[in-house]
């Protein structure tokens, strides 16, 4: 099955770019998702990005795709405290299953 | 009102009962999921239905039933729990079209004693 790899934690100060990192072995990924878990709720979807693009653009977040090293990569700018959360790496493969990383741990330092 | 709702939010329970948890949505979806968050280990999938008539097993179903009571309803049960099941469950669904983005739960959040 499908292994995904994220490192389990970073820390940036308030304003500075954060870069969350993610590996997966399953190159028939379609759809590659990135979730954030705020403490005590569920997951919601930040973005994602459709396996034919290397990259996507949305306010703060850049999401980038490297299909050759299957690497993908999470930039949040001008990182604020409310940034602080779990982010979870999940590459879709197949009609209906996502694979989901271990979480990386956002602490963003004031 | 949330589109996914899970209940309880928290229960702590002895080893051997039996415990549901519950899933509903008003989404409209076809497809649920099961999964469980235990801290360092990410989300591994319990079990998740395409629809009334279609259950399937996860990667780690050893231990859990569930039973999708309406497309809008989808439980899990622990028949005899144990201490190593206590972790945060999540329930998530998603549409058969489209890209596959699963919609979440708040978790239910189970301690086994």
């Known amino acids: 099955g499908e292994d995904v790899e994220q490192s389990l934690f970073l820390s940036v100060r308030e304003g500075d770019s954060s870069v969350i990192n993610c590996t997966y072995t399953?190159?028939?990924?379609?759809?590659l998702y990135w979730y954030k878990q705020e403490p005590g709720a569920g997951l919601q979807l930040l973005t994602y990005?459709?396996?034919?693009?290397d990259m996507k653009q949305d306010q703060r977040l850049t999401v980038l795709l490297n299909k050759k090293d299957k690497h993908l990569s999470l930039r949040i700018a001008d990182t604020q405290t409310g940034d602080s959360a779990i982010y979870f790496c999940?590459?879709?493969?197949?009609?209906?299953?996502?694979?989901f990383g271990k979480g990386t741990k956002l602490s963003v330092i004031p | 009102d949330a589109d996914v709702t899970q209940t309880p939010r928290n229960r702590i329970t002895k080893t051997g009962k039996r415990i549901m948890l519950e899933c509903s949505q008003t989404?409209?979806?076809?497809?649920m999921y099961w999964y469980r968050q235990d801290p360092g280990l990410g989300l591994r999938l319990i079990y998740y239905?395409?629809?009334?008539?279609?259950?399937n097993k996860g990667e780690i179903s050893d231990g859990y039933s569930v039973s999708r009571q309406a497309q809008a309803k989808f439980s899990l049960s622990l028949e005899s729990a144990i201490p190593n099941q206590t972790a945060l469950y999540f329930c998530?669904?998603?549409?058969?079209?489209?890209?596959?983005?699963?919609?979440f739960g708040p978790g239910t959040r189970l301690t086994v004693l």
């Open positions: 239905s395409f629809d009334v008539k279609d259950i």
């Open positions: 989404k409209g979806h076809d497809r």
């Open positions: 999940a590459p879709g493969a197949g009609s209906y299953q996502l694979t």
């Open positions: 998530a669904t998603s549409e058969i079209a489209g890209h596959n983005e699963q919609f």
């Open positions: 990005i459709f396996s034919n693009m």
């Open positions: 399953d190159s028939s990924s379609t759809y």
